[in-house]
Antibody
């Protein structure tokens, strides 16, 4: 079964760092783009950025460039989303999602992780 | 940046009726348009890609149409499990894949 399994919920204080993960299984992890999507409480979906684990080519939305860092470890089929200094406004559900087709850039997300809730509060 | 605008924000429909959701792009996205369904507490689910191709396992009552800047998702006969929020997403403007703000389909 093709799936993405994300790390568990996090509660952090403003200024703290955080790295959440997304582990792929059941497919060739290195040949599909994986994106990250933010959903703030009660709000819609926001495309944050995307990585190609095969060569770590990474692209960001201008809205998130410099605010987060996306990476991947091919050896353990895991993608990451990282913050160096969290803000209260980072409180949201974060989803990872995989492109539908191998190696294709212009594509929809067909496999989604279950989401990781990040709460930032003092 | 391509802005995606969905209408209406909320659609009240009775079970068995037809629902028509709209999505407009601020510039042409060709057929690089997807529709997703999201139920409370769940991750989004891909319904349609390429503007009109149903994803694996998606019932035939869901259909997508359009190209360029105007797109439509039609649910031919609403079932109880179809009440949810629906998002469109353009993926033509690589690498930025912007979403619409969503349409909530609720029971009338």
């Amino acid at each position: 079964e093709v799936q993405l399994v994300q790390s568990g919920a996090e509660v952090k204080k403003p200024g703290e760092s955080l790295k959440i993960s997304c582990k792929g299984s059941g497919y060739s992890f290195t040949t599909y783009w994986i994106g990250w999507v933010r959903q703030m409480p009660g709000k819609g979906l926001e495309w944050m950025g995307i990585i190609y684990p095969g060569d770590s080519d990474t692209r960001y939305s201008p809205s998130f460039q410099g605010q987060v860092s996306i990476s991947a470890d091919r050896s353990i089929s895991t993608a990451y989303l990282q913050w160096s200094s969290l803000k209260a406004s980072d409180t949201a559900m974060y989803y990872c999602a995989r492109h539908r087709e191998s190696k294709v850039t212009l594509d929809a997300f067909d496999i989604w992780g279950q989401g990781t809730m990040v709460t930032v509060s003092s | 940046e391509t802005v995606m605008t969905q209408s209406p924000a909320t659609l009240s429909v009775s079970p068995g009726e037809r629902a028509t959701l709209s999505c407009r792009a601020s510039q042409s996205v060709g057929s690089n348009l997807a529709w997703y369904q999201q139920k409370p507490g769940q991750a989004p689910r891909l319904l349609i890609s390429g503007a009109s191709t149903r994803a694996t396992g998606i019932p035939a009552r869901f259909s997508g149409s359009g190209s360029g800047t105007e797109f439509t998702l039609t649910i031919s006969s609403l079932q109880s499990e179809d009440f949810a929020v629906y998002y469109c997403q353009q993926y033509n403007n690589w690498p930025l894949g912007t979403f619409g703000q969503g349409t909530k389909v609720e029971i009338k």
